[in-house]
């Protein structure tokens, strides 16, 4: 992705559900720039410029097919129904530190983004910048893998608008072998944003991950993506609250058959960072996660790089291994409090193993609590009632991630 873009704007009139806003426009990865005057549902790309405010018309179908950047002091508002397909390739929606997105959707009218094709790694992905801390410095800034923008900052309680009732489909281009988009990925973000009833599908690389920042999460699905459900790392601190994070059957036997429920890095192994946020540690609370053995990280839960984090009622179901910890510093949190609780494992393997930062073999079993009876998401292994409809889906159960 190009390091650098020129930015023009021009000040256009809508139709009747679009507000007056500017946009510009790159028809490449050149820093070459295509101005235009009006919104083309078919060819949607460009900045929307700061001070302005564009709406979505829910009874148009848009086509992403470059980069869609909200710049700061800028709104993107997409209404409830709406739905946006998104050319192949490096083509995504993002929002600058200072913008904001507003995703409308209801449980009845969800707002749907979905590749021009259906399979993994199709599209980009959504990126939202924030101005809550990553770890990364000691101003608590980085530079976005995705986009190339400073994200970061001081203010945990940052708003970056609401994200409510959408699905993301086909998501997860990797323009390179380094970088890789998630369905959703939070840089930064801080706690005034709103992120509830999201649905990550099909795609490839991580459904979810926070980069620092302390965004709260609720209702959330993941199912069918090539690596972790949800991920976090620079000191992340937030709360993930009514988790259904599922591998699909269809990619047992796929390159990319899915990895872990959860992926938890601090971003370095140092015990004394400082920077940012510091150590992550987030609160995982209500969460179901349902694997099979496919690939080489079968891991319902993969903890490491220092992270530390708080877990209860918690399920975890078909994976190799449930609990795989490492490194000192997430060892010394875990072994130091009662932080996993009402954990439920259904058909796994190796419950527990650790090692620390040596490489030594560690036992765990005592740092985390068993029940029995524990839900979850909702309802065990099947899918919650919260989860149905507004995600397409009936019904979901272990059968559906496992042959």
């Not at 992403?64 to 002091?73: A, D, M, P, Y």
């Not at 029995?372 to 059968?399: M, R, V």
């Amino acid at each position: 992705m190009k390091k650098t873009i020129l930015k023009a704007a021009l000040f256009f009139s809508l139709a009747a559900a679009f507000s007056s806003t500017a946009i510009s426009c790159s028809s490449s990865d050149d820093d070459s720039s295509e101005n235009i005057s009006t919104i083309d549902p078919s060819n949607f790309k460009g900045s929307i410029a700061a001070g302005t405010t564009v709406t979505l018309d829910p009874s148009k179908v848009y086509t992403i097919t470059g980069r869609v950047l909200v710049e700061s002091g800028a709104n993107l508002v997409i209404p409830a129904g709406t739905r946006i397909t998104v050319a192949e390739g490096a083509n995504y929606l993002i929002v600058d530190r200072g913008g904001k997105l507003y995703i409308n959707g209801t449980a009845t009218s969800p707002v749907v983004f979905e590749g021009t094709s259906h399979k993994q790694g199709h599209w980009g992905g959504i990126v939202v910048l924030g101005n809550a801390p990553s770890n990364r410095s000691a101003l608590g800034t980085s530079t976005s893998e995705l986009g190339d923008l400073t994200y970061g900052g001081s203010d945990n309680n940052d708003n970056s608008g609401v994200i409510k009732y959408v699905v993301i489909k086909d998501s997860g281009f990797k323009y390179n072998p380094e970088k890789e988009f998630n369905g959703l990925s939070l840089f930064g973000v801080g706690s005034g944003t709103i992120l509830s009833y999201i649905y990550v599908t099909d795609g490839a690389d991580d459904g979810i991950e926070c980069f620092g920042g302390s965004p709260n999460l609720d209702h959330i699905v993941v199912t069918g993506v090539g690596d972790d459900g949800f991920d976090w790392t620079e000191g992340y601190k937030g709360t993930a609250n009514f988790l259904y994070v599922a591998r699909k059957k269809q990619y047992q036997t796929a390159t990319e058959p899915g990895n872990r429920g959860i992926e938890a890095d601090t971003q370095d192994t140092n015990p004394n960072t400082t920077f940012g946020n510091g150590v992550s540690n987030p609160t995982i609370t209500n969460a179901t996660f349902l694997g099979n053995t496919g690939g080489s990280e079968s891991q319902g839960m993969k903890v490491r790089a220092g992270s530390n984090g708080q877990f209860d009622n918690i399920v975890l179901a078909n994976y190799t291994t449930g609990l795989d910890f490492e490194t000192d510093r997430t060892l010394a949190w875990f072994q130091g409090g009662s932080y996993i609780k009402n954990l439920r494992f259904i058909n796994v393997a190796t419950k527990s193993k650790a090692k620390n930062t040596a490489g030594t073999a560690v036992d765990i079993t005592s740092v985390y609590s068993e029940n029995s009876a524990a839900l979850g998401a909702g309802n065990g292994t099947a899918l919650p009632d919260w989860a149905k409809g507004w995600t397409g889906l009936t019904s979901f159960d272990t059968t559906d991630a496992m042959n």
